[in-house]
């Protein structure tokens, strides 16, 4: 894996990003590799606790129902997108 071929434009932003930072492409391309892979790593991590943490709360009946949520954020964010689909009503 010595050698990966980059798409022209890419290799353009490398090398303009490289410039910025005065740094060698390589170095820069390491640098931001570097970075994006310890920014994914938390995040996955933080995705997993949150979906444990969610697991454990709904086996624990730590629940509330949608339109309660809904209505919560309805009125925090005074958005009526987040409303529940209505019942057709019986006549």
Same mark, same amino acid.
């Given at each position: ?6 798409? =022209?434009?890419r290799r353009?932003?490398l090398?303009?990003y490289?410039?910025?930072? *005065?740094?060698? =492409? ?13 920014w994914?790593r ?5 995705? &997993?606790e ?18 309660? &949520?809904? *209505? ?7 958005h ?9 009503r019986?006549?």
């Open positions: 894996m010595d050698l990966m071929p980059l798409k =022209p434009e353009a932003q090398e303009e490289a410039k910025r930072r *005065g740094q060698d =492409p390589i170095a820069a391309l390491d640098e931001a590799l570097e970075a994006y892979l310890d994914e938390q995040d996955f991590s933080e995705a &997993v949150g979906i444990r943490r969610g697991h454990e709360d709904i086996a624990a009946g730590r629940t509330r129902p949608a339109s309660e &949520v809904l *209505g919560n954020l309805r009125r925090k964010h005074e009526s997108a987040l409303s529940l689909p209505q019942k057709p019986k006549t």
